[in-house]
């Protein structure tokens, strides 16, 4: 294969989850520019419109679907509509989450529970539903989780008060090696992003609260993420040009977790 068409997504398929905006949306835009037909998911029908308006403006093929991936019935319902709407699932971006702000030692189990819905229990249902319906039975999968640096880490003193959204995200992370094991033999590679400090709806509060230079103080880069950084790694991920890497968690963030 050439070189060049190692990235090549064309006739491939991918459904992208909170990709209504942020970091799912710059992921399907990467998909979606190098050929692939995606579909987009997130609880407001109302973003996905003005989503799927804007990959249209792209020249990329996208439609959507409402649902809120905590709950097991909407899940398994997205999976469905995922396979019907587009013949199989080629490639699956589980970007949707949730974080909660609170001290580890009154942290309600309410919101602990709210947390590990969504970015656990709901993408791992998600996910077994798409490789069981589509990836297993035609033997071919990319699958890209979304975790996080703080998936990696514990927070600095005095900095950061999220016990249920670092945990989350470290059982990503290990979800995602524990299925790259039991998967690879149906040539399905599983593998996850680790994004650092990217502006968004969910990080704009502690942006605010700790302000841009402090964030980005101990970053080799000194810098936050843009609309662009991660779509070079989701591209390697989903194509012909990963199909060699599985189990692996790729840290998006300017270096801060390498010193």
């Known amino acids: 294969m ?7 997504l064309s006739g491939r398929t991918a459904l992208v989850t909170g990709g209504s905006r942020g970091l799912g ?11 692939a037909r995606v579909l987009l998911s997130a609880r407001k029908a109302d973003e996905l419109t003005q989503a799927q308006a804007r990959l249209h403006s792209l020249g990329i093929e996208a439609d959507w679907v409402a649902a809120d991936g905590a709950r097991h019935e909407e899940a398994t319902a997205l999976a469905q509509a995922a396979i019907s ?44 539903a798409i490789a069981a319906g589509s990836m297993i039975p035609r033997r071919y999968g990319r699958i890209i989780n979304v975790a996080s640096i703080a998936g990696l880490r514990g ?11 670092n945990t989350s995200k470290g059982a990503v992370v290990n979800l995602t090696r524990t299925l790259a094991g039991e998967w690879g033999r149906h040539g399905i590679t599983v593998n996850a992003l680790a994004p650092g400090f990217f502006p968004s709806k969910m990080t704009r509060g502690i942006i605010q609260h700790l302000g841009e230079a402090a964030l980005i103080e101990g970053t080799p880069l000194q810098r936050l993420g843009d609309d662009e ?27 801060s977790s390498a010193v």
């Open 25 to 35: 949306l710059q992921i399907a835009e990467a998909l979606g520019a190098y050929g």
């Open 155 to 165: 927070n600095p003193p005095g900095r950061m008060q999220t016990v249920a959204y």
């Open 85 to 128: 709407r587009l013949g199989h699932v080629d490639i699956l971006v589980n970007n949707a989450g949730t974080s909660w702000g609170a001290p580890a030692e009154s942290h309600p189990v309410e919101a602990w529970d709210k947390v590990f819905a969504l970015n656990v229990r709901g993408l791992f249902l998600l996910t077994q």
């Open 229 to 255: 950084d991660l779509k070079g790694a989701a591209l390697l991920f989903a194509s012909q040009a990963g199909k060699h890497i599985t189990g692996q968690v790729l840290a998006v963030d300017g270096g």
């Open 2 to 8: 050439p070189t060049q068409d190692l990235f090549d």
